[in-house]
């Protein structure tokens, strides 16, 4: 997000900034909104393991699976924010957007984590 927020703020297209484009803006809010709630689920999963309460399976499975799903978006809508750019290497959302692929498959792959929530609030244990 970072890197979208600097260069729609230096990147001027049609004598405005692309910050000051409405869509551009839309984007920005999603992917602050999105990444603060990755990072509320991980402390929550954190705070609670740290004082042995909650679902520590099921917590620590949604925070891996919102915030690896979440890293793919955030990503793909920085790319869309640097236009033909986001696929240059001169920028490094380009080499971010190949990396954030593995996050969603190391340490348990996506579908793995919604296994593990969806047991968890059927309530079944294998």
């Known amino acids: ?29 999603d992917m602050a909104t999105s990444i603060d709630a990755a990072r509320l689920l991980t402390w929550r999963a954190a705070a609670n393991r740290d004082v042995g309460s909650g ?17 793919q978006g955030v990503t793909y809508e920085a790319v869309q924010i640097h236009g033909g750019y986001g696929y240059s290497k001169e920028f490094r959302v380009e080499r971010l957007y190949r990396d954030v692929r593995v ?24």
Request: aromatic share 8%; charged share 20%; net charge negative.
């Open 55 to 71: 679902d520590g399976p099921r917590e620590s499975s949604m925070a891996k699976l919102f915030a690896t799903e979440m890293a």
């Open 103 to 126: 996050t969603t498959i190391y340490e348990g792959t996506s579908e793995v984590q919604r296994i593990i929530i969806s047991r968890s609030i059927l309530g079944q244990t294998s």
């Open 1 to 29: 997000m970072e890197e979208a927020l600097a260069y729609s703020q230096s990147r001027v297209a049609f004598g405005s900034s692309l910050a000051e484009f409405g869509a551009t803006r839309s984007k920005l809010a």
